[in-house]
């Protein structure tokens, strides 16, 4: 079992090092899986996920996915040491106004804001995940925090599958997923 900080690092430099048709090709494989949700989410479900840009997972299919089934995409907004809210996201992406946040991240300044518990699902991006669902993010603590004023909202991950890992340091705060969704299929934890 590898410490985060061991880990962290050099998955994010082999994230980074994708090539932009090596992510696309890898979204569009992972997006072959996405309907599997269905049978998990309610009409009219609340996804919240988030705009990849730090070499992610490509997002284009997450939110070309609730536009398709009338799913109503939200985005988070980060707050300093405060759960995450979620903005909705305006029918047509590229009418939702963003502002790119301190941390580098775009966020949508639409409204009304909502908390974790009131979304049916939400994706989180992330830097590894282990057989168990164990997820590390990026180290700042915002989706564990968030995802802890939400038991009951189905937590998923979405990740290259090199990200997988055998086992992660857990600490107690951390929150587990119940799936991942990688190019190579959904894995569902517990």
């Known amino acids: 079992m590898s410490t985060p900080n061991t880990q ?6 082999q994230r980074l090092a994708l090539s932009a048709k090596h ?3 890898s979204a569009f494989l992972a997006s072959r899986h996405l309907y599997k949700l269905h049978t998990l989410l309610p009409k009219n479900a609340k996804i ?3 705009l990849d840009g730090f070499g992610e997972l490509p997002t284009a299919p997450l939110l070309a996915f609730c536009q398709r089934y009338g799913y109503q995409a939200y985005l988070p907004i980060a707050h300093a040491d405060k759960p995450l809210t979620f903005a909705p996201v305006m029918t047509h992406f590229n009418k939702t106004p963003l502002k790119k946040h301190r941390l580098g991240m775009y966020e949508p300044i639409t409204k009304p804001h909502i908390s974790a518990d009131k979304l049916d699902m939400i994706i989180c991006p992330l830097v590894a995940i282990d057989n168990f669902g164990n997820r590390m993010g990026m180290g700042g603590g915002f989706y564990d925090r968030t995802l802890a004023t939400a038991p009951n909202v189905i937590k998923v991950g979405y990740a290259y599958d090199f990200q997988r890992v055998d086992k992660l340091a857990v600490n107690a705060w951390d929150q587990k997923m119940d799936l991942l969704i990688s190019e190579k299929g959904i894995y569902r934890f517990k």
């Open 8 to 13: 962290r690092s050099p998955l994010r430099k």
């Open 48 to 50: 919240g996920i988030y």
């Open 23 to 25: 992510r696309k090709h």
